[in-house]
């Protein structure tokens, strides 16, 4: 079995003023990075939005609700983020679309990187690829059951398609242990990531997902009588310094 990669994670998306996300990429690659990893946090990868030029979106792990709480009491109460936090601040326009997750199986989360992160001001260790975070929203919970259909039915599928999941999560429920930092409550998500050299293949996976029979008969069925609402895609360009990439 793999190991594991932070057991809980957030998937925090910012909605930022007009021209302002490299300001906020420059300064979050720059000064937020390892004072956060420092105090017990693990910043899993930062993210441009392909299809939102304002949209800034960040994964951030930890190894349990206990020490999340302890980490993220020591970096927002500690002096990087006290100095900085101003002009972090005066980029966003909100910050609280939050989605706290754990990992929907035993081998559903993110494997240890392959790479190390680059230093602030150098290349991204690595060519350049993409991320694409796909969130089903559901009607009730994302049961054991469901977590197995993924695994067995529709994971083969995301794979003979060009999309094979590097990580899929689910809600965590558990009490916000640092409340100061709302998240999304009452909704039940599972979210899939898969990593792609380039955007022709990323659209690409998505053309021949639409029209797989196996999807289409097999899966589609059984996902349409758990969606609430449609699907969401992002499709993200890791910044120079993230680690998922």
Wanted: with cysteine.
């Amino acid at each position: 079995m793999r190991v594991l990669w932070c057991p809980v994670v957030e998937l925090r998306q910012y909605t930022l003023h007009p021209g302002q996300r490299d300001v906020l990429i420059d300064l979050f690659d720059r000064e937020f990075v390892e004072s956060q990893e420092a105090v017990g946090a693990t910043v899993l990868g930062q993210f441009r939005d392909l299809d939102d030029p304002d949209r800034f979106v960040w994964l951030r792990g930890f190894e349990d609700m206990e020490s999340r709480a302890g980490a993220l009491e020591g970096f927002y109460g500690g002096p990087v983020w006290k100095t900085h936090r101003d002009e972090a601040n005066a980029t966003m326009i909100d910050s609280d679309d939050v989605l706290l997750l754990r990992p929907a199986s035993a081998d559903g989360g993110f494997p240890e990187p392959a790479v190390t992160r680059s230093a602030p001001g150098e290349p991204a260790p690595s060519p350049p690829s993409l991320v694409l975070a796909t969130i089903w929203y559901g009607r009730r919970p994302f049961d054991t059951e469901f977590a197995e259909f993924f695994r067995q039915r529709v994971r083969p599928v995301l794979a003979d398609t060009g999309g094979e999941p590097l990580a899929y999560l689910q809600s965590e429920h558990a009490p916000n242990t640092f409340p100061a930092l709302p998240v999304r409550t009452g909704e039940e998500v599972f979210v899939w990531f898969a990593r792609f050299t380039d955007v022709h293949r990323m659209d690409d996976h998505l053309d021949r997902l639409r029209r797989s029979a196996p999807w289409r008969e097999e899966v589609l069925p059984v996902l349409s009588q758990r969606w609430a609402r449609d699907p969401q895609h992002l499709r993200l360009a890791p910044t120079d310094r993230s680690l998922l990439r």
